[in-house]
């Protein structure tokens, strides 16, 4: 079992839907992120939450919504989305915000948009 | 935001064979980070480096941190298809705020 699960691991939706990804870390962590790999950029940070606050939103469209109701879940909460936004969502845990921290990734969400 | 670039972008190597993948910033990090992914994956970390000039290996990986800590290697020897995936690397701004990834290194290792 790894430390940070995410489901569903694939998922397509048309432009109109509303669907949510789901993480949970196993790890005792308080800060937990989420990301978005594509094709053509490398991995860009979205949100941070640290202690169930947000810390980081880094200019992310509104079409994409963060939610974390305690330290060990974070959901993504996507509406009216767009074809470009068809990615790999990684969601990753870390014991903190302090200097010298190590990420952990859960295996991703495959996300379709269409 | 600072900046990582990844060298070479794709590598394909017989087995057995040594290589050198690069990771270099103009910025200074805090700290440093390898990941492989593999495909369908999720990064998984290798090390993390922290002071400037340091070397850590596991096992056939060699990693070492730019004494500036701007940059960082990874030296692989007698590469095994195993070895095969995406190798990025990852520099710590803003302490523990956030993590800067670089583009990738896309290795192939051929039996």
């Known amino acids: 079992e790894t430390g940070v699960t995410q489901t569903p691991r694939h998922l397509v939706m048309g432009m109109t839907n509303k669907k949510s990804l789901k993480c949970e870390q196993h790890?005792?962590?308080?800060?937990m992120y989420w990301y978005k790999q594509s094709a053509k950029k490398p991995l860009e940070l979205m949100f941070v939450y640290s202690l169930e606050e947000r810390v980081e939103n880094n200019s992310v469209p509104s079409r994409f919504s963060p939610e974390c109701p305690n330290s060990s879940h974070l959901f993504l909460h996507l509406h009216t989305l767009q074809p470009e936004d068809s990615a790999l969502y990684l969601c990753?845990?870390?014991?903190?915000?302090?200097?010298?921290?190590?990420?952990?990734f859960g295996e991703g969400s495959w996300l379709t948009v269409v | 935001t600072q900046l990582l670039e990844q060298s070479p972008q794709f590598l394909s190597i017989q087995e057995g064979e040594n290589l050198t993948v690069y990771c270099n910033s103009s910025?200074?990090?805090?700290?440093l980070q390898w990941y492989r992914q593999e495909p369908g994956e999720g990064p998984v970390l290798l090390v993390t480096v922290v002071t400037g000039g340091e070397v850590k290996k596991l096992k056939r990986l060699t990693f070492q941190f730019g004494d500036a800590r701007k940059d960082s290697s990874l030296h692989i020897t007698a590469a095994q298809p195993g070895d095969t995936g995406l190798y990025l690397c990852?520099?710590?701004?803003?302490?523990?705020?956030?993590?800067?990834f670089g583009p990738g290194t896309r290795l192939s290792v051929l039996p």
């Open positions: 990753a845990s870390s014991q903190g915000l302090t200097s010298g921290n190590t990420i952990y």
């Open positions: 910025s200074v990090f805090s700290s």
């Open positions: 990852a520099g710590e701004e803003d302490y523990g705020q956030n993590f800067v």
């Open positions: 790890l005792g962590h308080n800060a």
